[in-house]
Nanobody, 119 residues
Framework: QVQLVESGGGLVQPGESLRLSCAAS????????MGWYRRAPGKQRELVAD???????NYADSVKGRFTISRDNAKNTVYLQMNSLKPEDTAVYYC?????????????WGQGTQVTVSS
C-alpha cells in the first residue's frame, strides 16, 4: 500500500529556516505531480508549492522567494526548503502526490507535520 511520510517540522524563531521532507513508499510504478499544502489555525488548507515530474514548479504568492520545492525521483521524495520563516507560516504542512500504484492512479496525502514560527 502506498504511504507518504513527512518529516522535518518543528519550532523555530522568525527568520530561521526549516527543510521538510516527504518520502513515498509502497507499490509505486510512477509518481507524477507532488506538492506541499498547509492548514493554519482557523483557515482552510492552501497550496504552498507543487512540482511536476519534469521539475516545473509553482508557488503561492505568500511564499514565493522564500520557499523552494524540489524532488529526488530516485528516492521518491519531495522537499520544501523554507527560509526567512514568519509567524504567519505557522501551520500543519501536508505532502501530496499523484501516484500510479498497482491498480490505481490517484492522489495520496501524508499525515502532516507541524511547523511553528514564534519568538
Amino acid at each position: 500500500q502506498v504511504q507518504l511520510v513527512e518529516s522535518g517540522g518543528g519550532l523555530v524563531q522568525p527568520g530561521e529556516s526549516l527543510r521538510l521532507s516527504c518520502a513515498a513508499s509502497g507499490s509505486i510504478f510512477s509518481i507524477y505531480d507532488m506538492g506541499w499544502y498547509r492548514r493554519a489555525p482557523g483557515k482552510q488548507r492552501e497550496l504552498v508549492a507543487d512540482i511536476t515530474s519534469g521539475g516545473r514548479t509553482n508557488y503561492a504568492d505568500s511564499v514565493k522567494g522564500r520557499f523552494t520545492i524540489s524532488r529526488d525521483n530516485a528516492k521518491n521524495t519531495v522537499y520544501l526548503q523554507m527560509n526567512s520563516l514568519k509567524p504567519e507560516d505557522t501551520a500543519v504542512y501536508y505532502c501530496k502526490a499523484n501516484i500510479q500504484a498497482v491498480a490505481w492512479r490517484g492522489d495520496y496525502w501524508g499525515q502532516g507535520t507541524q511547523v511553528t514560527v514564534s519568538s
